[in-house]
């Protein structure tokens, strides 16, 4: 309880000291011939911790992320499970040797992301919304 | 040293109480020792949980069997878990002999990535038996402590009680031991010890110590004064030249003195036990000692007479003067107190001069006085006699013409010849004069004008006088009387005697055979006139 609640205090500190970041709306999307419309956050978060490599309905899923200076991808994990990058590193590095999981699959720029996503039907990631095209489906809605 | 001694007591019941806490301190301590570890090792299992908890959490979030089995290994690793298991909804991993136990800690495990999802469980088994053997190397340690601890304790206890406590004591002991009682000898009180218990026993003793002197010193001097007195009495005693025995009422002596002892021996009589009552036994006159023993203790006086003792050594008599005197005795018994007081010889001076008084120097018969005596006897003891007065006729011109020296001779003459004609137990007297008295007891009193006849005959017997170269010749006047027939007193009689005598003087002038006359007759012969 008082980790959540510290939890929560963390998070509304991280909030009212970067407000630049609350400005940019972040979604997840697929390929528009996914067949897939929506997802839960636990699925996405399934998907990109490395949990599952396939999507609900069983079709494989290929997680893209983009490398680790991007800001976009500091805002993704923080507002998918409230962790800072170091965190999510971390996360990959202690399961790196003995686990199966492997991480999602990294694009140097976002622009390369919505060109993977849109060409590859398995693809999973997320961009900004302002970068949507008719290509790319939206199946989670990431709020801050 | 003493196996009863304060120290060994002390130090027994010390090490037993000891012992006795000890044992159930250490029952204690394990119990909650165990108890402690317990709840210690549960705290400790939720540490492990939380140490171990991201990685168990990723673990199961990701279903990953090798990293599940990894965290298994880890915990198991851990020597208060006995086993572990760990579930998600596809996959089971847990360690060798898992078994879920009353003791099991289940913890829920959740997403790393979603605070409220879960993702499986975790269950950790304590391991009791490393518990039990903890808390046991614990209490054994505890247990080792306290008794190191009590074995300290018990050491300076017994340290202290034998200085504080026994070595004064046995000082005192020893001294006590040590002091005869009645001397001025005291304890001295041991060092440290002036204001405890030890202190004022030691007052306490010595106070003791001089009343026992006190007492001891009185009774010394009372015994002084005892032993002297007795000595003095025993010198008494065993001087006194009067015998002195001390009996019981039966007769059994207790006690005699030196004179008893020799008195006997010159009686020739053997040493009893016992004489009977009074000495009884040594009496001549016992009859007559009882009698006068008896009515003294019956009027409760001393008894005081003089008697005559048996005599085996020779003829002498033994006269005592015997006092009698009944004392009861501190323990209540009765005791007489007899003193025999030699008076033989005073007897005998006395016999002698009774006999000289009673004795006529010239005719060796009795003189007036011891005729009385003897007379008054029969008078008292009542028995029958006749008596003769006898007067010499014409003895005066017998001294007037041949001087007094014939005439002391007559008289010896007469009394001679009057002896001759009388029985032993007769009594012969010169009455005074030329007058005799012969008293005959017992006498039938036909027989008396017999026997006058025969003194007559006797004492006219002529006596030749050398000096003179003559023979003479007396005759006599007889008057006779009869006791208790006619006179009671001597007085009377003797009056009577003369009365007949003068009555014969007188019919012998008319005829010599009529010189001898009754009373009895002279008084018919005055009716008669």
């Given at each position: 309880?008082?980790?959540?609640?510290?939890f929560?205090i963390?998070l509304?500190?991280i909030?009212?000291s970067?407000?630049?970041f609350?400005?940019?709306?972040l979604?997840?999307v697929?390929?528009?011939?996914?067949?897939?419309e929506?997802?839960t956050?636990s699925?996405?978060i399934?998907l990109?911790m490395?949990?599952y490599?396939?999507?609900?309905?069983?079709?494989?899923?290929?997680?893209?992320?983009?490398t680790?200076?991007?800001?976009?991808?500091?805002?993704?994990?923080?507002?998918?499970?409230?962790r800072?990058?170091a965190?999510?590193?971390a996360?990959w590095?202690?399961i790196?040797?003995?686990?199966r999981a492997?991480?999602?699959?990294?694009?140097?720029?976002k622009?390369?992301?919505?060109?993977y996503?849109a060409?590859t039907?398995?693809?999973i990631?997320?961009?900004?919304?302002s970068?949507?095209?008719?290509k790319?489906?939206v199946?989670?809605?990431?709020n801050e | 040293?003493?196996?009863?001694g304060l120290v060994?007591r002390?130090?027994?019941?010390?090490?037993?109480a000891?012992?006795?806490?000890?044992?159930?301190a250490?029952?204690?301590?394990?119990?909650?020792?165990?108890?402690?570890?317990?709840?210690?090792?549960?705290d400790?299992i939720?540490?492990?949980?939380?140490?171990?908890?991201s990685?168990?959490?990723?673990?199961?979030?990701?279903?990953d069997?090798e990293?599940?089995t990894?965290v298994?290994?880890g915990l198991v690793s851990?020597?208060i878990v006995?086993?572990?298991?760990?579930?998600?909804?596809s996959l089971?991993v847990?360690?060798?002999?898992h078994?879920?136990a009353?003791?099991?800690?289940e913890f829920q495990?959740y997403?790393?990535?979603?605070?409220?999802?879960?993702?499986?469980?975790?269950?950790?088994?304590?391991?009791?038996?490393?518990i039990?053997?903890?808390a046991?190397?614990?209490?054994?340690d505890?247990?080792?402590?306290?008794?190191?601890?009590?074995?300290i304790?018990?050491?300076i206890?017994?340290i202290?009680a034998y200085?504080?406590?026994?070595?004064?004591?046995?000082t005192?002991?020893?001294?006590l031991?040590?002091?005869?009682?009645?001397?001025?000898?005291?304890v001295?009180?041991?060092?440290h010890?002036?204001k405890?218990e030890?202190?004022s026993?030691?007052?306490?003793?010595n106070?003791?110590?001089?009343?026992?002197?006190?007492?001891l010193?009185?009774?010394?001097?009372l015994r002084d004064?005892?032993e002297?007195l007795?000595k003095?009495?025993r010198?008494?005693?065993?001087k006194?030249t009067?015998?002195?025995i001390?009996?019981?009422p039966?007769?059994?002596?207790l006690?005699y003195?030196?004179?008893?002892?020799s008195?006997?021996?010159r009686l020739?009589l053997?040493?009893?036990?016992s004489y009977g009552?009074?000495l009884k036994e040594l009496?001549?006159?016992?009859?007559?000692?009882n009698?006068?023993?008896?009515?003294?203790?019956g009027?409760?006086?001393?008894?005081s007479?003089?008697?005559k003792l048996v005599n085996?050594a020779t003829?002498?008599a033994?006269?005592v003067q015997?006092?009698?005197t009944?004392?009861?005795?501190e323990?209540?018994?009765?005791?007489?107190?007899?003193?025999?007081?030699?008076?033989?010889?005073?007897?005998l001076?006395?016999?002698k001069?009774?006999?000289?008084?009673?004795?006529?120097e010239?005719?060796?018969?009795l003189?007036?006085?011891?005729a009385?005596?003897?007379?008054?006897?029969l008078?008292q003891?009542?028995t029958q006699?006749?008596?003769?007065?006898?007067?010499?006729n014409?003895?005066k011109?017998?001294?007037?013409?041949?001087?007094?020296?014939?005439?002391d001779?007559?008289?010896i003459?007469?009394?001679?010849?009057?002896?001759?004609g009388l029985r032993?137990?007769?009594?012969?007297?010169?009455?005074?004069?030329?007058e005799?008295i012969i008293?005959?007891?017992?006498l039938p009193?036909?027989?008396l004008?017999?026997?006058t006849?025969k003194?007559k005959?006797h004492i006219?017997?002529?006596?030749?006088?050398?000096?003179?170269?003559i023979?003479?010749?007396?005759?006599?006047?007889?008057?006779?009387?009869f006791?208790p027939d006619?006179?009671?007193?001597?007085?009377?009689i003797?009056?009577?005697?003369?009365?007949?005598m003068?009555?014969?003087?007188?019919?012998q002038?008319i005829?010599d055979?009529?010189f001898f006359s009754l009373?009895?007759?002279?008084?018919k012969?005055?009716?008669?006139?």
């Amino acid at each position: 309880m008082s980790m959540q609640r510290n939890f929560l205090i963390f998070l509304i500190f991280i909030l009212m000291s970067m407000p630049t970041f609350a400005e940019e709306e972040l979604v997840v999307v697929v390929n528009g011939n996914n067949p897939i419309e929506q997802m839960t956050r636990s699925e996405v978060i399934d998907l990109f911790m490395g949990k599952y490599v396939a999507f609900p309905d069983g079709n494989k899923a290929i997680a893209v992320d983009l490398t680790s200076e991007h800001k976009t991808k500091k805002i993704f994990y923080q507002r998918l499970v409230g962790r800072s990058l170091a965190s999510i590193n971390a996360y990959w590095s202690r399961i790196r040797f003995t686990g199966r999981a492997k991480p999602p699959i990294k694009k140097e720029s976002k622009e390369g992301v919505v060109q993977y996503v849109a060409t590859t039907k398995n693809a999973i990631s997320y961009i900004p919304k302002s970068m949507l095209n008719e290509k790319l489906k939206v199946v989670y809605q990431l709020n801050e | 040293m003493n196996k009863n001694g304060l120290v060994i007591r002390l130090a027994i019941i010390v090490i037993f109480a000891a012992s006795a806490v000890g044992f159930l301190a250490t029952q204690v301590f394990y119990r909650i020792t165990y108890l402690n570890e317990l709840s210690l090792s549960k705290d400790k299992i939720e540490q492990l949980h939380t140490t171990v908890s991201s990685t168990t959490s990723i673990a199961t979030y990701l279903e990953d069997e090798e990293l599940v089995t990894e965290v298994v290994n880890g915990l198991v690793s851990n020597d208060i878990v006995k086993s572990v298991e760990i579930k998600t909804k596809s996959l089971s991993v847990s360690s060798k002999q898992h078994e879920k136990a009353v003791d099991s800690i289940e913890f829920q495990l959740y997403s790393p990535f979603e605070a409220e999802r879960s993702v499986g469980s975790l269950t950790i088994t304590p391991d009791l038996l490393h518990i039990e053997k903890r808390a046991q190397e614990i209490s054994f340690d505890n247990s080792l402590a306290i008794f190191i601890q009590a074995s300290i304790v018990t050491i300076i206890i017994i340290i202290v009680a034998y200085t504080v406590i026994t070595q004064p004591i046995l000082t005192i002991e020893r001294r006590l031991h040590n002091i005869v009682p009645g001397t001025n000898e005291r304890v001295e009180t041991p060092n440290h010890h002036n204001k405890s218990e030890i202190g004022s026993l030691v007052v306490d003793i010595n106070s003791l110590l001089d009343k026992t002197e006190n007492q001891l010193e009185q009774e010394r001097n009372l015994r002084d004064e005892v032993e002297r007195l007795s000595k003095h009495f025993r010198t008494l005693f065993e001087k006194s030249t009067s015998s002195i025995i001390l009996t019981e009422p039966k007769g059994n002596i207790l006690l005699y003195n030196e004179a008893f002892a020799s008195l006997l021996k010159r009686l020739n009589l053997p040493l009893k036990k016992s004489y009977g009552p009074y000495l009884k036994e040594l009496f001549l006159e016992q009859h007559q000692l009882n009698n006068l023993v008896e009515i003294a203790f019956g009027n409760e006086e001393i008894a005081s007479g003089e008697f005559k003792l048996v005599n085996k050594a020779t003829d002498e008599a033994v006269w005592v003067q015997t006092i009698v005197t009944s004392s009861i005795a501190e323990d209540y018994k009765e005791h007489y107190q007899i003193t025999l007081h030699d008076i033989s010889k005073r007897k005998l001076q006395i016999d002698k001069l009774d006999k000289k008084a009673s004795t006529d120097e010239l005719t060796k018969l009795l003189n007036r006085r011891g005729a009385e005596q003897k007379i008054n006897s029969l008078i008292q003891s009542e028995t029958q006699f006749a008596l003769v007065l006898l007067d010499l006729n014409k003895f005066k011109p017998i001294n007037d013409i041949y001087g007094h020296e014939a005439g002391d001779d007559i008289l010896i003459h007469v009394a001679s010849q009057l002896t001759k004609g009388l029985r032993h137990r007769d009594i012969l007297s010169r009455w005074g004069g030329d007058e005799f008295i012969i008293v005959l007891p017992n006498l039938p009193q036909a027989e008396l004008t017999e026997i006058t006849l025969k003194i007559k005959e006797h004492i006219e017997a002529p006596l030749y006088i050398p000096a003179q170269n003559i023979s003479l010749s007396v005759s006599a006047s007889m008057g006779g009387t009869f006791f208790p027939d006619d006179q009671l007193t001597l007085k009377a009689i003797i009056e009577n005697a003369d009365k007949a005598m003068y009555w014969s003087k007188e019919k012998q002038r008319i005829n010599d055979d009529h010189f001898f006359s009754l009373y009895q007759d002279l008084l018919k012969n005055m009716d008669k006139n």
